[in-house]
């Protein structure tokens, strides 16, 4: 990933998707002089909305039309539209319920999801124009909403999958998302569920980066479509949160995405 430091903010964007001119992409970090090492995009942290204006400014991105959703580790998926607009931005209680992703043909309509450890994936077809963002943690990968937020924007918008560039935000790597019986039990017997699983000292550790690209793959993108970020939130606490190490009161960082004229 590219890292674009913003007086002391430091912003991370994928190579390929700083190559498109359609959209205004950015993953925010816990990076920031001013605030220490706290620079938050959830509301339940001081500065919250603050920061999320400090981002919208940087990325010249309208805040008043923000999406966010309330995410519940399931699979629905929401169509955004113009009327949505605006939905989360500055209060939980307005986000759109129960959704872990969105996907709009709306411009000027940036989609956000928030995470703490969680890969988010965020994609672009950019011949039909439109844009998606899921979060999936062991929950969604396992409903493989990966998979079928590619399948709703062929539904809803026309989109061919070999059309379709995707990016998997930092989130936590197999080198530390060490899981119990309960998500093995729930992978295991999926098409990519045995590679994704490794095995270490007698502990079960699970790969959400190749699990989420294997359900791409067999989706119908390109591989060279595909950017995968690698980097593990739980190994970089110093730029980003992890709800693994700091418990359910870790911040968030935020994966922003936006379609332009
Ligand atoms: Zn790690």
């Known amino acids: 990933m590219i ?17 498109q001119t359609k959209i205004i992409h950015a993953v925010t970090s816990r990076m920031s002089k001013k605030e220490g090492n706290i620079f938050s995009m959830s509301l339940k942290d001081s500065y919250g909305i603050e920061n999320r204006k400090k981002i919208c400014n940087l990325l010249s991105l309208p805040i008043e039309n923000l999406v966010l959703s309330r995410q519940v580790h399931g699979k629905h998926i929401t169509l955004v539209t113009a009327q949505d607009r605006g939905r989360g931005n500055l209060s939980y209680d307005t986000a759109i319920p129960s959704s872990d992703a969105m996907i709009t043909k709306e411009v000027d309509t940036p989609l956000v999801s928030l995470s703490g450890d969680c890969p988010i994936l965020g994609f672009f077809d950019p011949v039909q124009k439109a844009i998606g963002l899921a979060h999936a943690g062991w929950r969604g990968t396992a409903l493989e909403i990966a998979f079928h937020t590619i399948q709703a924007m062929r539904k809803e918008f026309q989109s061919n999958p ?100």
């Open 3 to 19: 890292v674009q430091d913003h007086d002391g903010i430091s912003l991370y964007k994928f190579s390929l998707f700083s190559r």
């Open 162 to 261: 070999n059309d379709i560039l995707a990016a998997i935000a930092p989130s936590i790597g197999p080198c530390c998302y060490k899981v119990q019986e309960e998500v093995l039990e729930k992978v295991k017997n999926l098409s990519w569920g045995k590679k994704t699983i490794q095995k270490r000292e007698g502990f079960y550790y699970l790969d959400l980066w190749l699990a989420n690209t294997e359900q791409l793959l067999s989706a119908g993108l390109k591989a060279e479509n595909i950017e995968c970020s690698k980097i593990c939130t739980a190994c970089h606490l110093d730029k980003f949160f992890s709800y693994r190490i700091e418990g359910a009161n870790s911040g968030r960082c935020a994966f922003i995405l936006s379609l332009c004229e």
